[in-house]
């Protein structure tokens, strides 16, 4: 199919629908799952994580899963497998979750975007249990509120407003608080409940949260930003509300530094879908929510074309402002938009509403989103 994807997918989690079988919410269980929008492998036999978000809970594999439809092992966020409900019908708690949906490995332990309890969830070693209480809260004081922005109709260094993404790099910590239209970098890993952050962008100053800083899209404002990877130690930031993929050189450390590349639109001020026409082609973006990275290769989720994009590196980023990307999968070529192509069942090799994808070494693993399944993909 391409220079580094399989012609399919390798495995299969979920529930694999036949033949003339509507796809329709799936009753929780510890193989079927309800619009899985992140996973994270934390290392090439795994364990694996997948957030749940309809069910709202993550889901864990101790193992990298050998078959298709491989029932997990742990479920966070609900008294067992076949309970769903947010924060498991009762009020937050710290092995509670409500719409989780980024996910990542941080040290030894793992982070989520808990998304409508408006907070992040730390552990600081990986849970290997059912419903392991997290040890560390972001956004809220403690584990029992979960009020947007802590009830303040504004913003703060220690606030959050619908994150949707985390990201660990070197010690830093990224969060996507989207709700917010910003995106927040901790300079350390945080060690106290709703501890500061250090830098935002996005937004002239902690306390603002309008769409776009307040003023028309440009280098430095966001408008829905969704998730963080670092490439050839360069930040990349998806901005799914304005249809496009934000790329600064190296790692910003002053607040609301304007990223030097877009992907996606062919200025720092255009902002429409697939450019403005219905149909994409291989430089425009429509709502893309995943973003993960290789050694040579930057791959983005292009959610509501239901494909995923991939770049190869350039000798300088600078040479990226709304390139082209060299490779597409899950659709037949750059200018279809389908889900599962045709708007078919799913197969092997198509896509639907693909909100998450992460990377490690050989493996890419994509949340599927729209077909309420999560792929393993083996990458060369």
Same mark, same amino acid.
């Given at each position: ?5 399989? /012609?399919?997918? /390798?495995?299969?989690? @979920? ?7 509507? *796809? ?77 949906? @980024? ?8 982070? =989520?975007?808990?998304a409508w309890n408006h907070r992040v969830l730390i552990w600081k070693t990986l849970p290997k249990d059912n419903n ?7 956004? !809220? ?14 913003? *703060? ?12 790099y070197q010690g830093k910590l990224f969060v996507a608080d989207t709700g917010n239209r910003r995106l927040l970098i901790?300079? !350390?890993?945080?060690? /106290? ?26 280098a430095s404002t966001m408008r829905w930003c969704h998730d963080i990877t670092i490439w050839d130690n360069n930040l ?23 990223? *030097?590349?877009?992907? @996606? !639109? ?8 697939? !450019?403005? =026409? ?10 893309? %929510? ?45 200018? $279809?938009?389908? /889900? ?9 090799? $198509? ?8 990377? %490690? ?20």
């Open positions: 199919m391409s220079e580094i994807f399989k /012609e399919q997918a /390798e495995i299969i989690l @979920g529930k694999i629908l036949e033949a003339n079988e509507l *796809a329709i919410p799936l009753a929780p269980s510890n193989i079927e799952m309800f619009g899985s929008r992140a996973a994270c492998l934390i290392s090439e036999n795994g364990p694996l994580w997948v957030s749940d978000t309809g069910h709202h809970r993550l889901l864990g594999w101790r193992n990298l899963p050998a078959t298709d439809s491989q029932p997990c092992d742990w479920v966070i966020g609900q008294p067992n497998f076949n309970s769903e409900g947010a924060n498991a019908k009762g009020k937050p708690k710290n092995n509670t979750l409500n719409v989780p949906t @980024g996910i990542c490995s941080c040290g030894n332990g793992l982070a =989520v975007a808990d392991v209480p997290a040890d560390l809260v972001l956004g !809220q004081i403690d584990f029992n509120s979960n009020q947007p922005n802590r009830g303040s109709l504004t913003a *703060a260094a220690d606030t959050l407003n619908w994150c949707y993404g985390v990201f660990y901790w300079h !350390q890993l945080p060690e /106290e409940n709703g501890q500061s952050a250090d830098v935002v962008l996005g937004q002239p100053d902690m306390q603002s949260r309008d769409e776009n800083g307040g003023v028309n899209a440009n990349v930031v998806t901005d799914a509300g304005n249809n496009r993929v934000m790329i600064w050189q190296g790692i910003p450390t002053e607040n609301n530094t304007p990223c *030097a590349v877009v992907l @996606g !639109q062919e200025s720092f001020d255009s902002v429409e879908m697939n !450019q403005g =026409v219905y149909f994409p082609k291989a430089n425009s973006l429509s709502m893309p %929510y995943g973003v993960a990275a290789t050694q040579d290769w930057l791959l983005v989720t292009d959610t509501a074309n239901s494909r995923l994009l991939a770049w190869k590196k350039p000798q300088s980023i600078l040479s990226l402002q709304g390139a082209y990307a060299d490779l597409v999968i899950g659709q037949n070529d750059f200018y $279809s938009k389908g /889900e599962n192509r045709d708007y078919g069942l799913p197969t092997r090799d $198509s896509l639907n509403w693909s909100y998450g994808i992460n990377v %490690y070494k050989n493996t890419a693993v994509i949340a599927d989103s729209g077909n309420n399944r999560v792929l393993l993909w083996k990458i060369s």
